[in-house]
């Protein structure tokens, strides 16, 4: 039980474009997802929360306007990374989680390239 | 102070020995606490959690929560070079927003055959 689905599992664009990232939640419902982004040799960095139904909230010096979350339902949300560039090249992981004293489930993550 | 901190490593231990690995926390008041594993390119992936002080097992994992103290350490016996990989320890604390897990930085694992 507690799976995390995430596509694309790796995306190569040129930089202007824009890449949606989906994170579904399997065989559970999700009232919270989070999104991480990673770089190689890194720790994990939770870039922002999302409860289903309300707004993002965002970690200090991620910009909402690049990256749009959407949690429109309890299995479903999305990150869109609006204009990419190079720099925003990095492994992005979602984690979903059932409720506050649970544990997060993370899916397979989203190795994003911009050329 | 860090909030969850972890000795980086590598942390070496011979095959078929107890991998012992270490988290202490700074938050009095955490509730729950966890450990991932997380192989290189690879996203983590929950081993256990636990909530109350003493030990939990399964399988070849033990946490071990002592909330006097403030740490949480997780035991593997019987290692194998499969348990190679970075381990990360995050705690819940009591009063986040959503509450958000607190990471550790992560301590690298290497079995020895």
């Known amino acids: 039980g507690a799976v995390v689905s995430q596509h694309p599992s790796r995306v190569i664009c040129k930089s202007g474009t824009s890449v949606k990232i989906e994170c579904r939640s399997l065989?559970?419902?999700?009232?919270?997802m989070f999104w991480y982004r990673q770089f190689p040799k890194q720790s994990l960095m939770l870039m922002a929360t999302s409860n289903e139904g309300s707004k993002a909230t965002y970690e200090q010096g991620v910009e909402k306007d690049k990256f749009l979350i959407n949690h429109a339902s309890l299995t479903l949300s999305t990150l869109t990374v609006t204009s990419a560039h190079p720099e925003d090249s990095s492994f992005y992981i979602c984690?979903?989680?059932?409720?506050?004293?649970?544990?997060?489930?993370f899916g397979d993550g989203t190795r994003l390239s911009i050329l | 102070q860090k909030e969850v901190e972890q000795n980086s490593g590598p942390l070496s231990v011979p095959e078929g020995a107890i991998a012992s690995l270490n988290c202490t926390y700074s938050?009095?008041?955490?509730?729950?606490f966890f450990w991932y594993r997380q192989y290189s390119g690879k996203s983590p992936e929950l081993i256990m959690f636990?909530?109350s002080n003493g030990d939990k097992e399964d399988g070849r994992f033990t946490a071990q929560l002592n909330k006097a103290s403030q740490y949480v350490s997780l035991l593997i016996r019987d290692s194998q070079p499969s348990d190679s990989a970075t381990y990360l320890c995050?705690?819940?604390?009591?009063?986040?927003?959503?509450?958000?897990?607190?990471w550790g930085a992560g301590t690298k694992l290497i079995i020895k055959p």
């Open positions: 065989d559970f419902q999700a009232t919270t």
């Open positions: 636990i909530y």
């Open positions: 984690s979903a989680r059932q409720a506050q004293d649970q544990p997060q489930h």
């Open positions: 995050a705690v819940n604390p009591q009063g986040r927003s959503n509450y958000q897990l607190i």
């Open positions: 938050d009095r008041g955490s509730q729950s």
